[in-house]
């Protein structure tokens, strides 16, 4: 004997009609609760408007292209902690407001990890958004209101993660500072967690910002909470570049060959 789903039953069906809006069929429920397509025409909204959720978390997510983590080459860096990493991929963190720090040179891997996580969390159903210190500093600075730099800012704490990158790549003017660590703060407050890329470690941090009060600050509020990774490995772009010239050498060689022999 089969139990019938509880997806079906019909006050589960009225639970999921009036979360989707579908006042129409909400107010005749008592006529029309038993029919055969009810079930279908809810499970059809509901699969339209995820789809279309999922377009719009995207779109506004402004991940650009990236590589999957299936494209990944682990056998690259000379040290890099891919069980942590896999614990991380797991998106715990959205729940417990862990940030991600993601500390290597340029070239190895930190902006790709940190686009994957951003997508990985917009397919769980999560909210997301992906930008550069320099961006997200120059658009915060650029508000010539204080009501204006409010909104910006709660733009930016809106997202359920926000993946930062390339911070500490340029040095920062006190006012940059000053609004980095109110973006840091902020998700702090609200535990929602920061995906942060960066070429320098804590220590050097100083040197970025001019203020060793707000280094301090920021540094500590980062890292109460939070997972770092990391990545010791040349410059992966570099071998692509390499790699790519080896074949196109080899390709223009092979083809002299074939020249010289056709004339021969």
Same mark, same amino acid.
């Given at each position: 004997?089969? !139990?019938? /789903?509880? @997806?079906?039953?019909?006050?589960? &069906?009225?639970?999921? #009609?009036?979360? $989707?809006?579908?006042?129409? *069929? ?100 999560? !909210?997301? /958004?992906? @930008?550069?210190?320099?961006?997200? &500093?120059?658009?915060? #600075?650029?508000? $010539?209101?204080?009501?204006? *730099? ?115």
């Amino acid at each position: 004997m089969t !139990t019938q /789903r509880k @997806t079906d039953d019909p006050s589960s &069906l009225l639970e999921r #009609a009036q979360s $989707l809006g579908l006042w129409g *069929l909400v107010e005749h429920w008592t006529e029309i609760s038993r029919s055969e397509w009810i079930r279908a025409v809810i499970e059809l909204e509901e699969g339209a408007r995820g789809r279309r959720s999922l377009e719009r978390r995207i779109r506004s997510a402004k991940l650009g292209k990236f590589k999957p983590m299936c494209d990944f080459d682990w056998k690259w860096p000379r040290k890099i902690d891919r069980a942590l990493l896999d614990d991380i991929f797991a998106l715990d963190l959205l729940d417990e407001g862990v940030n991600v720090v993601l500390l290597g040179s340029n070239g190895v891997g930190k902006t790709m990890i940190a686009r994957n996580l951003a997508h990985q969390a917009i397919l769980r159903g999560a !909210t997301a /958004r992906f @930008t550069t210190a320099s961006e997200i &500093l120059n658009d915060l #600075a650029a508000q $010539l209101s204080p009501a204006a *730099l409010e909104r910006r800012l709660r733009n930016y704490c809106a997202p359920q993660l926000l993946a930062l990158d390339e911070v500490g790549y340029l040095s920062t003017s006190s006012e940059h500072a000053d609004l980095l660590f109110e973006i840091v703060s902020r998700r702090y407050e609200l535990r929602r967690p920061i995906v942060l890329t960066t070429n320098k470690p804590f220590s050097e941090w100083g040197q970025v910002f001019p203020s060793s009060t707000i280094v301090l600050t920021l540094v500590d509020r980062l890292i109460h909470r939070c997972e770092i990774v990391s990545i010791d490995a040349d410059s992966y772009r570099k071998k692509e570049a390499e790699d790519r010239g080896k074949r196109r050498e080899l390709e223009r060689k092979n083809r002299s060959k074939k020249r010289k022999s056709e004339e021969s």
